[in-house]
């Protein structure tokens, strides 16, 4: 039976306990599955150590030598086995905690120690190291690579570890070796120099030596990434036959406001808009991801393209993840708009929006005269609906879930004209980030959208001043800050808590305010925090915004859609509990005005190797693309708040977002070359890939219809 139909409870070494434990824990069905399971590392046996050559950073060493002596400490399950082994250069310390009665040791013979070295007072130890006599040792115990594999505590109950799993897979190597069917072409393994599906699956469980294992890994890799990229451009190209509303002109409005504005649109803004409007022109849908950094004047280019669907007699919305970010873009819209009186009509829609006054909003948009609506998820409500929406503008989209977003698609329903009437035509969608993403993380989780990036700041910004200091030194940082708030500036303190948290230590928001107040009994001090009612989280906003407050102090509820031009410090406390993304954000909230700004990260003095990384790159650059890369390589892309999430294509089991970056783009242009020729992928030698995607697609649903 092939080994892709082969149930795993029939393999040797299984049986039907454990079949059911690998079937619950690791998802493992079949014999295929099994060996799809890629060992997470490897442990090269074919070098041996002495003890005099240890260093700190070895992870798993094997000795030959002898034990010359042991001893036992403590009674029943406190008992402990101790013993000395020698090499005949030095000596080290063996050491057993469990299972002291099933260790059986001699003098006088030889042994073969495995384990993981560490040191203690001056002295190698070893914690339950595997300790096999020397006639014992077979060739494959100290021949090439031998791999390791991810287990749980239900795995490892049933006696399911990383041997066990190693015996299972190497049962199965026999009928690995007549070969098994290839999920890639020929064509594609020979432009990449890949190895072929049985070779890879071979040499990754058991490689004659690293180049064999590398290469194997590159194999799986490329193939995990080539059908996610599959996947994703051709949802891409099955979206771009979706009918669009056509909004070919540029209206009054538009250029009312092109000409009332006091400064001149940089040239990355100008290019975005030039993007946008082709895909609202060209009759097809827009879905489309517009990038910025913080300050990059994404706001101001939204309002423009909304004002160019307005222009063609549509309706639009722009969706903020929080009522202060929506609150700020109402604001700043009617700013713009002042000059252009009554000809654009913006309402603003929040959770806060009180029964009598949502009747005239929703009226407004079924009767027209509401041209932009702002708001938060109060958007989505059944009872909101559009005469004629045209244009769905997403900020921070990935704080939505995909189904909530889902539901704006169904709020317009047909054209403007009376040809359209009866048509299903789903409006343009613009989805806008100031978090910087990853060329290989957009290529992934937005791949399937165009994208447009502003990538110049306006001019007259200065760069932030980024500056990091120990706690101890806060009393020069309160100078600081005095001198500041002296010369008719602003301060923002952020805490990473709302409550003391004793289990972590850290310096809560309560404690913090208290102590300000005291260090400034001189200021007006606000605070703001998410479990603050709406009305009262605006009114501490709007005290620091009309400059009231010379203080905010807050918690990370101010990341984003606060736009205060005077405010030039951002202090921020416990910066170490923050990601670097986060922390980029924190800062975008000072340099909004023409005067030098700074940011202050105040760490503990004692801090972790990737937290000076973390401090040291803040303080070197303002490049959001740059820290987004190095906040991927640190902290991998399933730690990215909110990057990550429901609508990404496929989980990856083996390739890195973080690491894997060239074969990510190798992955996507194999796709692409496919998919140029064959879009449907219906010729013979294309179907072999339409029958995996499908048998994908069965496993995890996408969203990809919805960006």
């Known amino acids: 039976m092939e080994l892709a139909y082969r149930d795993i409870t029939y393999c040797k070494n299984v049986g039907a306990k454990r079949a059911d434990i690998l079937r619950s824990e690791l998802g493992v069905r079949t014999a295929m599955d099994m060996l799809r399971q890629v060992p997470y590392k490897y ?121 066990a799993m190693r015996s299972i897979i190497a049962e199965l190597l026999p009928d690995l070796k007549m070969g098994v069917p290839d999920t890639i072409g020929a064509d594609i393994l020979q432009q990449y120099r890949l190895m072929s599906l049985t070779d890879a699956l071979i040499n990754v469980h058991f490689p004659k030596d690293t180049a064999a294992m590398q290469n194997a890994r590159a194999r799986l890799k490329f193939e995990e990434l080539f059908f996610v990229q599959l996947q994703i451009l051709r949802q891409m190209k099955r979206r771009e036959q979706n009918p669009g509303f056509q909004m070919p002109l540029v209206g009054s409005r538009f250029h009312a406001l092109y000409k009332s504005l006091p400064f001149d649109l940089t040239n990355a803004q100008k290019r975005v808009i030039h993007e946008i409007h082709d895909d609202l022109k060209s009759g097809k849908q827009m879905n489309r ?52 009186g009554d000809a654009v009509h913006v309402a603003l829609l929040t959770g806060s929006t009180t029964a009598k006054n949502r009747v005239p909003i929703h009226n407004g948009l079924m009767n027209g005269t509401i041209h932009i609506l702002i708001g938060t998820h109060a958007l989505l409500e059944d009872a909101v609906q559009w005469q004629n929406l045209g244009l769905v503008i997403i900020d921070e989209q990935h704080r939505f879930g995909v189904a909530q977003r889902a539901k704006l698609w169904t709020k317009s329903r047909s054209g403007s004209g009376p040809e359209q009437a009866m048509q299903v035509v789903a409006p343009h969608i613009l989805v806008m980030t100031a978090t910087p993403i990853p060329r290989t993380l957009a290529m992934t989780v937005y791949g399937d959208l165009h994208v447009s990036i502003i990538d110049e700041l306006p001019p007259g910004r200065k ?43 850290l310096r809560d928001l309560e404690n913090g305010f208290n102590e300000l107040c005291e260090a400034f009994p001189e200021y007006k001090i606000s605070m703001v925090h998410g479990q603050m009612k709406a009305t009262d989280k605006d009114l501490q906003m709007q005290r620091f915004a009309s400059g009231e407050t010379q203080i905010l102090v807050a918690t990370t509820v101010i990341e984003v859609g606060v736009n205060v031009p005077n405010a030039t410090v951002m202090m921020i406390q416990n910066a170490e509990r923050f ?85 990510v783009a190798l992955a996507r242009q194999a796709a692409m070359d496919i998919l140029d020729k064959d879009p449907l992928l219906e010729d013979e030698r294309n179907r072999m890939y339409k029958r995996q995607l499908d048998l994908l697609r069965a496993e995890k649903p996408l969203w990809g219809d919805i960006s």
Not at 72 to 87: H, V, Y
Not at 608 to 618: H, P
């Open 43 to 163: 442990i090269d046996r074919s070098r041996f150590y002495r003890i005099a050559e240890l260093d700190d950073e070895d992870t798993y060493v094997q000795i030959i030598g002898t034990v010359t002596e042991w001893h036992t400490i403590g009674i029943g399950k406190a008992q402990r086995l101790s013993a000395t082994f020698n090499d005949g250069t030095h000596q080290c310390e063996l050491v057993w905690f469990q299972g002291v009665k099933y260790v059986k040791l001699q003098r006088g013979i030889k042994y073969l120690l495995f384990g993981k070295p560490s040191r203690f007072q001056h002295i190698y130890n070893f914690v339950h190291p595997e300790l096999t006599p020397w006639d014992k040792v077979t060739p494959e115990m100290t021949q090439g690579l031998e791999p390791y594999y991810n287990t749980t505590d239900k795995m490892k109950r049933v006696g399911l570890n990383s041997k």
């Open 289 to 340: 991801l517009l990038q910025g950094d913080v300050g990059s004047g994404k706001t101001l280019v939204a309002l423009l393209c909304c004002l160019l669907a307005v222009d063609n007699s549509y309706q639009t919305c722009i969706m903020a993840p929080t009522e202060i970010l929506a609150n700020q873009h109402y604001e700043t819209l009617k700013t713009f708009l002042a000059p252009l």
């Open 463 to 505: 760069p932030i001043q980024t500056i990091h200091y120990p706690l101890n030194r806060r009393a020069q940082v309160y100078s600081f800050i005095r001198t500041q708030i002296q010369a008719g500036r602003q301060i923002y303190v952020v805490f990473p808590l709302i409550k003391e948290n004793e289990k972590l230590d």
């Open 579 to 663: 990601g670097l993304s986060q922390l980029h954000q924190l800062r975008g909230r000072v340099g909004r005005g023409g005067d030098q700004s700074y940011c202050i990260l105040l760490t503990d003095s004692e801090i972790s190797s990737d937290t000076r990384k973390r401090m040291d790159i803040m303080v070197a650059t303002n490049d959001g693309f740059r820290i987004a890369e190095a906040d991927l390589q640190l902290r991998g892309p399933g730690d990215l708040e909110g990057t990550l999430q429901s609508g990404t294509p496929f989980d990856l089991h083996i390739a890195n977002l973080a690491t894997d970056g060239q074969l």
